[in-house]
């Protein structure tokens, strides 16, 4: 289950630690250790985390589990290979205009949901489930850990583009208030983000959470490695 977006700069087993910044005496390690645990409709488990700026392993490891079809739905073009440009972008969060989270199973990263801010009050949604992990829920949980994100940061619209017939993406996007109308062969949409589902399976408390930390995390290091 894939679902792309419009933003300009597109978007092995995950690391225990995450890359310091400053000198050693000030290193600050985002705490990558720590997941928000979901149970799955099928009884399985997921652990989900926010994205790490520069986790670009984790990023092939998603690639690489997307078939041919995967890959052109999230990126809407042939996609053989991650090129370093969009591996840049798609590692370059902040937590705060660009938030991403990553989903694992078995210590493997299997998912990833990002936002990215195109306005104040608004942000595009992306993201993407290796083909193996698919059909399990586990583009929902994403979905709805990020958006709790978002309406926590004052995000109130919500926008995303998929490729026509991607039902299994279209269904989660509608329920976070994205309504889809055809546009030059994509289905693009925009919509006022609606609260969380009642039925969700991810704690939104340990999400927003885990999410302040890591925040706080990266500005201690932001302004260590400035100082």
Do not use: K
């Amino acid at each position: 289950m894939t679902c792309s977006t419009t933003m300009a700069a597109p978007r092995t087993t995950a690391p225990t630690t995450a890359p310091t910044t400053g000198a050693a005496a000030g290193r600050v390690v985002h705490p990558v250790h720590v997941h928000v645990h979901v149970r799955l409709r099928d009884g399985g488990s997921v652990l989900l985390r926010p994205l790490v700026g520069g986790e670009v392993a984790v990023l092939e490891t998603v690639f690489e589990g997307l078939s041919t079809r995967s890959r052109r739905q999230r990126f809407l073009v042939p996609m053989p290979r991650l090129p370093s440009g969009h591996r840049r972008a798609l590692a370059d969060v902040d937590g705060h205009r660009h938030v991403a989270w990553v989903a694992l199973v078995d210590g493997e990263p299997v998912g990833i949901c990002r936002y990215v801010t195109t306005a104040p009050d608004a942000a595009e949604l992306a993201f993407e489930v290796v083909d193996a992990q698919q059909g399990r829920g586990i583009a929902s949980a994403l979905v709805d850990a990020v958006t709790t994100v978002a309406r926590a940061r004052g995000i109130t619209w919500i926008e995303a583009t998929v490729e026509s017939g991607n039902l299994a993406s279209e269904a989660v996007l509608a329920r976070v208030g994205i309504e889809l109308v055809l546009s030059d062969g994509l289905l693009e949409g925009r919509g006022e983000l609606r609260p969380a589902p009642s039925r969700s399976r991810v704690n939104q408390r340990a999400v927003l959470a885990l999410a302040g930390q890591w925040a706080s995390s990266s500005s201690t290091a932001a302004a260590t490695s400035s100082s």
